[in-house]
């Protein structure tokens, strides 16, 4: 099956120490993104990247880190520099060009305590 | 990229039609409309999506109004599992794909 997976579903974490969310995503799309979302909130734009070793920081990447070796891979630290980093965390991709629409995985929620 | 208004929630019976509205009045001319759905705790599904046509799919039709200030979702035949909160996004052509998602409309589609 085609598609985007992310694990775990559920993480837990003490404060102060950094995690790493994963991201795969078998659709051969080239571009990849990672969302932050809030309870009752809509999405929010934390990094992106159009290309393999190339990314870009959205509306609120201070506290994270990405990086993007492969295609079908594009991995989310939560570093101990992000101040409220319990949020449910969402990973999308999308083909070339600019009308095609993103397929988001199902999710990871993150609770930091 | 233009802000979009939606209503905070709406009910509709199940089996009937739910029109979700969407006003978008500082759109420009290369802007397209996209409409997603976010089922609770899962990711956000696409719907739908167009430039200025109406348009229709096997989940949704979009009616989007000449002045292209505005526009409606529309779900046939709403049922229970289309209960979910429906975010309309306006993304201009050159913007490189990114989507800005507001706090979208929850439908609650009621027996």
């Known amino acids: 099956d085609g598609g985007i997976t992310q694990s775990p579903k559920y993480l837990f974490r003490k404060e102060g120490q950094n995690v790493t969310l994963s991201c795969e995503q078998n659709?051969?799309?080239?571009?990849m993104y990672w969302y932050r979302q809030d309870p009752g909130q809509g999405l929010r734009l934390i990094y992106y990247s159009q290309i393999v070793n190339d990314f870009q920081k959205g509306d609120i990447a201070e506290g994270y880190s990405v990086s993007r070796e492969k295609k079908e891979s594009f991995p989310l630290t939560v570093t101990s520099a992000q101040k409220n980093p319990t949020a449910f965390y969402l990973c999308?991709?999308?083909?070339?060009?600019?009308?095609?629409?993103?397929?988001f995985g199902p999710g990871t929620r993150l609770t930091v305590t | 990229d233009a802000k979009t208004t939606q209503p905070p929630s709406m009910d509709c019976a199940e089996g009937r039609a739910a029109n979700l509205p969407c006003n978008h009045s500082t759109i420009s001319g290369n802007e397209y409309v996209y409409w997603y759905r976010q089922i609770h705790s899962q990711g956000p599904q696409y719907i739908i999506h167009?430039?200025?046509n109406n348009e229709t799919n096997e989940m949704a039709s979009l009616i989007i109004t000449e002045d292209r200030k505005s526009s409606t979702l529309i779900l046939p035949h709403a049922t229970l599992r289309d209960t979910a909160v429906y975010y309309c996004i306006v993304r201009g052509y050159n913007a490189g794909n990114m989507l800005t998602f507001g706090g979208g409309t929850r439908l609650m589609v009621k027996p």
């Open positions: 659709l051969n799309h080239d571009a």
């Open positions: 167009g430039l200025k």
């Open positions: 999308a991709s999308s083909g070339s060009g600019n009308s095609y629409e993103q397929y």
